[in-house]
């Protein structure tokens, strides 16, 4: 009886140890629209391979009706400029939004880093769940403060610290262009 009350006040605690670690999910009044740099990437597939050269361009994010976000992403392909775009979905749960037909859930943390955020995906692929994290800021420079964060998060969530990817930022190609 000792034991399993131990085992129970043990799980209690840890899970509330684990609670308290965690960052805040964004909050409703922030305002995330505008111009964002991707400035570190992880993931939970080995990636080592194609670390060696990467690539980001800014994207746009837009706010829409019922708190869902229209994301604009850029990118190059065969030396051309190209452009997609998709919506982020608001859930019932805080800082949680869905996309593509819910295969696509995203948790967006808040940092105490002024102007950076987490986005923490969790994509189903054939059958099989990627988990995908990623540091954003206003400003395409690097932030030692938040990139400490980062590594902090994606220690915690597991990730392997040698898939941590910090991108050749790439912005003077891509016009952007915010409209409302």
């Not at 829409?64 to 979905?89: A, D, K």
């Not at 206003?138 to 403060?145: C, L, S």
């Not at 597991?158 to 409302?180: A, C, K």
Request: proline content about 4%; hydrophobic content about 40%.
């Amino acid at each position: 009886m000792k034991s399993l009350l131990l085992t129970v006040t043990l799980f209690v605690l840890v899970t509330i140890l684990h609670a308290q670690d965690d960052l805040p999910f964004l909050s409703e009044d922030k305002n995330v629209t505008g111009i964002w740099y991707r400035k570190v990437i992880v993931n939970d597939r080995n990636i080592t391979e194609r670390k060696s050269h990467v690539e980001e361009f800014p994207f746009v994010v837009r706010a829409l009706e019922e708190g869902n976000m229209e994301v604009m992403v850029f990118f190059m392909f065969n030396e051309e400029c190209g452009q997609v775009g998709f919506v982020l979905e608001k859930t019932k749960k805080p800082g949680q939004y869905s996309a593509f037909w819910g295969a696509n859930l995203m948790y967006i943390y808040e940092l105490p880093v002024m102007d950076h955020y987490i986005f923490y995906s969790e994509c189903r692929l054939f059958e099989q769940k990627l988990y995908v994290g990623e540091l954003i800021g206003k400003d395409p420079t690097e932030n030692h403060e938040a990139l400490e964060e980062f590594k902090k998060f994606a220690q915690r969530k597991g990730f392997p610290p040698e898939n941590i990817i910090v991108p050749e930022q790439r912005g003077e190609q891509v016009t952007l262009e915010i409209t409302d």
